[in-house]
Structures are given as C-alpha cells and as structure tokens.
C-alpha cells in the first residue's frame, strides 16, 4: 500500500474535518479519440489551450508519470498535464488542503475504500457514474472506487496492489536454498541464513503500517484468508477467532529472524538492510517492486508466497492477498471539468494500463493488460490463481479506529513484549465493532 504502498503508509489526511476522517491514516483505464483544443471552451488564456494540474504521493514514479502524461498530451493538442509529486508523509495534510481551498489539483491521485470516504462526504471529488465504465472490472477493485453511504463511483483504480515475500535469489543459491513450499522448509530456510550470519528477513517495525502487511505475508493462509473474510463479515465468526489470534502469535513466534529491535527499524532501513544484501526477505507490496530494484540492479529478486503455518484451517493453501489503491479522481473544484474528467477516462484505456505496467511497474487495475516484468506477472497470476482481499483495508478502513492502525499498533505492542496474540485480538476486535455491523 499502501500503501501505494498500501495502500496504509504514510498517506493522505486534510483540513477539512471530513476529509481529514477521510484520508487520515498513517497507502487505470479506458481509451478515448483525442480530444479537440478547448473543448470545454474553459480555455487558459481565452486560447483554448488547457493545463490539468495531477498531484500524487508517489515521488519515485514522477519520471514515469511524465512519460505517461507525454504520451497522453500529445493524443491531446491543447492539452498539458502538469504533474506534480509530494512527500507521502506530508501529502494528506497538502491534499486536503488544496481539495478544501481553490489551488487544489484537477485530478488528484486520492486512497480508495474506506479512506476515499471522507473525501467523498466533504463532497471533494466528482461523481463518475456514467463517464468512466468499470463494467468487466474487478469486483473487489471497482469497490475501491466508490461511496459507501450513496454507491456513486467517485475515482478509478491505478493498481491492483499484492502482497508476498520478496528474497535474494543469490544469498538463497549461496547458501543452498530454494524458494520454500512447505512451512517446514520456510523455517529451515530462516535457520540457515541466520546461522550463515545473515538475517532472514527484514522487518521495519518502527512503522507499524508495515506489520499488518507483514501479518498477510507471513500468515494469511493461517487464519484462512478469503474463507475467513466472508465468516467475519457476516458475523458468524470475529478477529477473536483461535485461527485469528495463532495468526497473530505467527509474527511473534517469527520475531527470532527479524532484525535485532526490531520496533526501532524504520521501513526504510528495512529495504537497505535488502537491497545491501544483509537481509535474504523482505515482506512487502507489489508497489515495493520498482523501488527494490532500482536500490539494487545487480541483485536478482525472486518472490514467493509464504507456504501455510501448521494448524492452518483444512483446505488453507498458500495465498496472495490484494486490493486496489492509487485511485485518481476529479477535483469538484476543477476549472477544467471536461478536460480533466476525459483525463481520468482515458485512465480506463488498456493503453494507460499497459504504461501502469511497464513504467510505473504496478500491476494495472485494468483487465487484459499483462505485465512485461516477469516479477510483476508473478504477483498478478498469484492474485488470480490464489487470492485474497487484504481485509483490514478492504472491508475494516469505513470507520475509526480502522482495522490497519489496530493491528499495526498492536503487532508494534506485541513485538515490544508489552501484549500478546489473544490482546492484540481482542483490542482488534473491541475496536472494530464501535463500528462495524456485520451483514447477516
């Protein structure tokens, strides 16, 4: 994510009280013909010629995103699209802002799920029922896109976001290890390296928005992944649920193979430990790809999904969980409506998702687009073959406190020695439910 990272990073929050509820928290695409100049006749200057101002978190895709909007601008004579790109820790606070005040972005890149909400409450964003067609789209995507309280479409979906241990392909052949398939050898594996002086895997727990994404890679398929999604949300079962908490007590029991104080290791510090080849995995988001590997360019990269831990539920196998994020968006307050609406449709484009793909190197929420990178088809057909909503941003984000900070907070808690798996559970599940309505 997030963050993205996913999704749940640093992202976004603003002035406006409702758009601060909205994007508070710590994380693509259809072709349309060009567009004729000044069509809107909301012309720059009174020459027809219009400027779309984009703003996005992602500092480390702008070059990418300039290439894209190269290309966009010249299918579209008149048009320029000025990209502009801020600090993901302080982008929440600058976006809400310019959305509440009149030198905000035509098309501003916005969070999705339950933290698109409050932005669409302050009635921030334009609703793009009837412009953008999602039809054929992910399920568990398009609901990224819209409002919960009125079921409008208010942005589209960048990226299908996923989750799973990235590894050093030459410190695992170093020292005799293959990608494991079964928990045993993942456990042999960790054992290996840590005797070999390496440690096993990179953990930056001083940013508790990592360690819910760290729970789904280490142990999704051991509270059940998408079975366990849907007992939750009709309320036949709850996060204190036995297959939950040993969930939990996994990252715990696997604190032995993570960096020494761990809570005091910053996400950053996490991908140098990586990318310098001191540490063999990493946990991370599909988003983390592009960033691994311009760190490091002579490293191979594999990944893997973590095989299931054992008491897993009967039938669990090995899952990749996912969700959409990155969502762009109209800003109510454009002066270019038209041009920037056309903009966001053209985001919908196979052409737009291709470039999602191969520059951005993001697995495009865009249906029929396939990745170039080999890695990034990996993520995807893992997500296709076995995946799973990232629960606690899909479904548990639509009210505060959101499921992301709970479990962040609490893994932090626990790794600090200061609570267990069954209190991380139960302040999880106490917290959730001073909002959450089950469906049944």
């Not at 909400?117 to 302050?122: L, R, W």
């Amino acid at each position: 994510m997030t963050s993205s990272r996913p999704a749940g990073s640093s992202r976004l929050t603003r002035r406006t009280v409702l758009t601060i509820a909205a994007l508070t928290g710590t994380l693509a695409v259809t072709a349309c013909s060009p567009s004729s100049s000044g069509s809107s006749g909301s012309g720059d200057g009174g020459s027809g010629d219009v400027t779309l101002s984009v703003w996005s978190w992602r500092v480390e895709d702008e070059a990418a995103y300039k290439k894209i909007f190269a290309a966009y601008e010249k299918a579209h004579p008149g048009v320029t699209v000025d990209f502009k790109a801020f600090k993901a820790t302080e982008y929440n606070k600058i976006l809400a802002t310019g959305l509440a005040g009149s030198s905000g972005p035509d098309v501003p890149q916005v969070r999705s799920y339950g933290q698109l909400q409050g932005t669409v409450a302050a009635k921030s964003l334009l609703p793009l029922d009837g412009k953008v067609d999602l039809t054929g789209w992910d399920e568990n995507v398009v609901a990224s896109a819209k409002g919960k309280e009125d079921g409008k479409t208010y942005s589209v979906p960048l990226a299908r976001q996923t989750v799973q241990m990235f590894y050093n392909q030459g410190l695992f052949d170093k020292n005799g290890i293959a990608a494991p398939k079964t928990w045993d050898e993942f456990i042999a594996a960790n054992d290996k390296l840590m005797s070999a002086g390496v440690t096993p895997i990179a953990v930056g727990a001083k940013d508790d928005w990592t360690l819910p994404i760290v729970h789904e890679v280490l142990a999704g398929a051991r509270f059940g992944g998408k079975a366990f999604q849907d007992e939750v949300l009709s309320g036949k079962t709850s996060f204190t649920d036995p297959d939950w908490v040993d969930s939990v007590k996994v990252v715990g029991d696997l604190e032995k193979y993570m960096p020494k104080n761990v809570t005091g290791v910053a996400q950053t510090d996490a991908q140098t430990l990586f990318s310098a080849e001191k540490a063999a995995m990493i946990p991370g988001g599909s988003f983390d790809l592009s960033v691994l590997q311009k760190a490091n360019p002579a490293m191979k990269i594999g990944i893997f999904q973590v095989p299931p831990a054992p008491g897993s539920p009967s039938g669990s196998a090995a899952t990749t969980a996912g969700w959409a994020d990155g969502n762009f968006a109209v800003s109510a307050k454009s002066k270019h409506p038209t041009e920037a609406t056309e903009l966001v449709k053209w985001m919908t484009s196979k052409e737009f998702g291709q470039m999602v793909n191969d520059d951005i190197k993001q697995i495009s929420a865009v249906p029929g687009v396939d990745p170039s990178d080999p890695l990034l088809k990996q993520m995807s057909d893992n997500y296709t073959n076995s995946g799973s909503p990232y629960l606690l941003l899909t479904d548990f984000r639509y009210g505060s406190p959101s499921g992301t900070d709970l479990l962040g907070k609490g893994l932090q808690e626990m790794l600090l020695g200061s609570k267990d798996a069954g209190g991380v559970s139960q302040d999880l599940d106490t917290g959730i439910k001073t909002w959450f309505k089950p469906s049944a």
